[in-house]
């Protein structure tokens, strides 16, 4: 009887710690492990694929910062979009989308392209198309990045400089 009363005791204290959800030990959902295409905050997939080269607003880096003003109020979101996820063929910038042998889903490339373009938007930014250096070539007819940056760079070499 004594033997029956502990084991039925036993046997209802596991029951009630197996159901309570503060064992120590159990990871939050959120420490949870998740697959890489389930990562959809813009800084971590910046931090995780882009900052080594591109740095920040205060570091520098081995390529331009994409918190560069100048850079992002000429800079066309379908440009960013096809370097992103593409890279540019020759140099250490590589395709990070999925059909180009990266790791980001289109989903994710567009986060980073979005966010990236998001930091021109910023009030901090004093470069307006208003106040383009002259060098700039106004909206319409040649702009070379319309062309594409991969046609642009394969102009320098030949040319020894831009085209004019």
């Not at 710690?17 to 939050?28: E, N, R, T, V, Y």
Request: charged share 20%; with cysteine; aromatic share 6%.
């Amino acid at each position: 009887m004594k033997l029956l009363l502990l084991t039925l005791s036993t046997f209802a204290g596991i029951i009630g710690l197996a159901g309570c959800d503060q064992l120590p030990g159990k990871p939050k959902p959120s420490d949870r492990w998740q697959p890489p295409e389930a990562e959809k905050n813009f800084q971590v997939l910046f931090n995780g694929n882009c900052r080594a080269c591109h740095a920040g607003e205060t570091n520098i880096g081995a390529s331009i910062s994409m918190r560069d003003p100048l850079y992002l109020a000429i800079i066309p979101r379908d440009v960013v979009r096809k370097v992103t996820a593409e890279g540019i063929p020759g140099t250490t910038m590589p395709g990070f989308a999925k059909a180009n042998g990266g790791e980001l889903t289109d989903e994710q490339v567009d986060i980073i392209v979005n966010g990236i373009l998001d930091w021109g938007k910023s009030k901090s930014s004093q470069v307006t198309k208003a106040n383009l250096p002259s060098l700039f070539c106004p909206f319409g007819r040649r702009q070379p990045w319309r062309r594409g940056l991969q046609s642009v760079l394969r102009e320098l070499p030949r040319t020894g400089g831009a085209k004019r």
